[in-house]
């Protein structure tokens, strides 16, 4: 079983920055993947970023060249830096992990962007 903690989330003004944590806990599972997922209202759940344990990245074409995922192996973490948040941006985001068996997901935390 993995459990899956996101912190960062906040209220921030346009043009702004955040950064978001996912900290993986558990034993006996190996992570391949983990990626950050976002569900704005009225909205059906997106991907946002994916790195995998080799550190190949990708991103959604709405966050390209202002987001970056990147992964520490050694705590199990998985880091997403926003920068030039946009209104668009306010959403719930959700981390995911993806092991050999199972996908899980943290609870989320929210992201407000707006003046």
């Known amino acids: 079983q993995v459990q899956l903690v996101e912190s960062g989330g906040g209220l921030v003004q346009p043009g702004g920055s955040l950064r978001l944590s996912c900290a993986a806990s558990g034993s006996g599972f190996s992570i391949v993947a983990m990626g950050w997922y976002r569900q704005a209202p009225g909205k059906q759940r997106e991907s946002v970023a994916h790195?995998?344990?080799?550190?190949?990245?990708r991103y959604a074409d709405s966050v390209t060249g202002r987001f970056t995922i990147s992964r520490d192996n050694a705590v199990n973490t998985a880091y997403l830096q926003m920068n030039s948040l946009k209104p668009d941006d306010t959403a719930v985001y959700y981390c995911?992990?993806?092991?050999?068996?199972?996908?899980?997901w943290g609870q989320g935390t929210q992201v407000t962007v707006s003046s």
């Open positions: 790195i995998t344990s080799a550190g190949n990245v």
């Open positions: 995911n992990a993806l092991t050999l068996s199972r996908t899980f």
